[in-house]
T-cell receptor, first 109, second 118 residues
Framework: QKEVEQNSGPLSVPEGAIASLNCTYSDRGSQSFFWYRQYSGKSPELIMFIYSNGDKEDGRFTAQLNKASQYVSLLIRDSQPSDSATYLCAVYNNNDMRFGAGTRLTVKP | DTEVTQTPKHLVMGMTNKKSLKCEQH?????MYWYKQKAKKPPELMFVYSYEKLSINESVPSRFSPECPNSSLLNLHLHALQPEDSALYLC?????????????????FGPGTRLTVL
């Protein structure tokens, strides 16, 4: 079974703090990794994708990938109340996209 | 432009009704997907079309019937649904289904259709 695991949370951080979201995956052959944000009742919105080991930064968001540890994370700097949502980790390998259950993030003003 | 559109936004239907969900993208993507999402759960893949051909059917009941009339359109025909089929139905598209660097397998989601089966 190809698994993608996330801490369901809820994760609560104060406004302006760094939020750290983690994801592990079991399929060592996985090639592409994605983070989606989903507000309640809305569809998933792509935040970032990452393919290579290391860090990838886009504005306040940094994705980190460690294929040896089968671990991918998302850091959100200067968290805002508008970042409060469920964050879905998705892992792709040869025509098969698997989603984690999502981590619910709450940013408190 | 990374827009995927879906209609209708909301749909209420009885168990004997026949209805269709529609999805459209004009990004030149050649892969399109149907997902089902229940509350507080991740999206579950139902069907995948690649170059207008059905390539994955994740053991979905026959009361769900997908159709891909052309590379921009994807339909999901519904017939004799059950109340447990009530969910958010999401359409997504990607450039193609090849994994690897470049983002070709990045999936972009439409806003979804909220389906309620009475």
């Amino acid at each position: 079974q190809k698994e993608v695991e996330q801490n369901s949370g809820p994760l609560s951080v104060p406004e302006g703090a760094i939020a750290s979201l983690n994801c592990t995956y079991s399929d060592r052959g996985s090639q592409s990794f994605f983070w989606y944000r989903q507000y309640s009742g809305k569809s998933p919105e792509l935040i970032m994708f990452i393919y290579s080991n290391g860090d990838k930064e886009d504005g306040r968001f940094t994705a980190q990938l460690n294929k040896a540890s089968q671990y991918v994370s998302l850091l959100i700097r200067d968290s805002q109340p508008s970042d409060s949502a469920t964050y879905l980790c998705a892992v792709y390998n040869n025509n098969d996209m698997r989603f984690g259950a999502g981590t619910r993030l709450t940013v408190k003003p | 432009d990374t827009e995927v559109t879906q209609t209708p936004k909301h749909l209420v239907m009885g168990m004997t009704n026949k209805k269709s969900l529609k999805c459209e993208q004009h990004m030149g993507h050649r892969a399109m997907y149907w997902y089902k999402q229940k509350a507080k759960k991740p999206p579950e893949l139902m069907f995948v079309y690649s170059y207008e051909k059905l390539s994955i059917n994740e053991s979905v009941p026959s009361r769900f019937s997908p159709e891909c009339p052309n590379s921009s359109l994807l339909n999901l025909h519904l017939h004799a649904l059950q109340p447990e089929d009530s969910a958010l139905y999401l359409c997504a598209s990607s450039q193609d289904r090849t994994s690897g660097a470049g983002g070709a397998d990045t999936q972009y989601f439409g806003p979804g259709t909220r389906l309620t089966v009475l």
